[in-house]
């Protein structure tokens, strides 16, 4: 029953506000398109084309640094005491999520949180704020130390895993061998 004089079901409602439908089979059969991209849909880009020839900037470029760059370079922050800005030049979420994660565990860190100035550049800044018995350089130091070991034991773990897979399916492949 229609209220208030208008008729409310769901197709009126579906026709009204969405009148086309998507005819996913008309897209699908542009074959020359589909095997261009790569069986790709939605991307558009050229996969022929070299990187100077399109405004993509070549890989290397996100992780090598230039002549005269500087991989680290800080800043003290007035407006709070005991507190700097680092800036990371070619790095990204991956380094600054650690960096932040293991300056939190510090018990002098009061604050340390990072940000993406333009998610298209590889760049991240961190800032460090500390109670005042170390400096925010001292504490990112004693953080990138502490990484780097806790890195070496995962590196050791995974060999030492790696290795008994392997011996695992060596095993497996001589007993197979021998039923044969």
């Excluded at 009148?19 to 991307?43: C, K, Q, S």
């Excluded at 640094?65 to 680290?72: F, I, N």
């Excluded at 392997?166 to 021998?178: F, L, R, V």
Aim: charged letters at 25%; proline letters at 6%; glycine letters at 6%.
């Amino acid at each position: 029953m229609p209220r208030n004089g208008i008729q409310t079901t769901h197709s009126n409602f579906a026709q009204r506000y969405y009148p086309t439908r998507v005819n996913w089979e008309n897209i699908m059969t542009d074959r020359a398109t589909v095997e261009r991209l790569g069986g790709y849909i939605g991307d558009t880009r050229d996969h022929q084309k070299t990187s100077t020839e399109t405004n993509v900037p070549d890989r290397f470029e996100l992780f090598l640094l230039g002549p005269g760059e500087k991989k680290v370079t800080a800043e003290p922050d007035t407006r709070v005491p005991h507190c700097a800005m680092f800036h990371f030049n070619k790095e990204d979420h991956t380094l600054g999520n650690m960096l932040r994660s293991q300056l939190l565990r510090t018990p002098n860190v009061i604050f340390a949180g990072y940000r993406i100035p333009h998610p298209l550049f590889p760049t991240f800044d961190l800032r460090i704020q500390t109670n005042g018995e170390i400096s925010p350089k001292d504490a990112l130091i004693e953080a990138c130390k502490e990484l780097i070991n806790k890195l070496k034991i995962l590196d050791l773990q995974f060999k030492h895993e790696f290795a008994i897979k392997e011996a695992m399916n060596a095993k497996g492949a001589a007993a197979s061998g021998e039923a044969a």
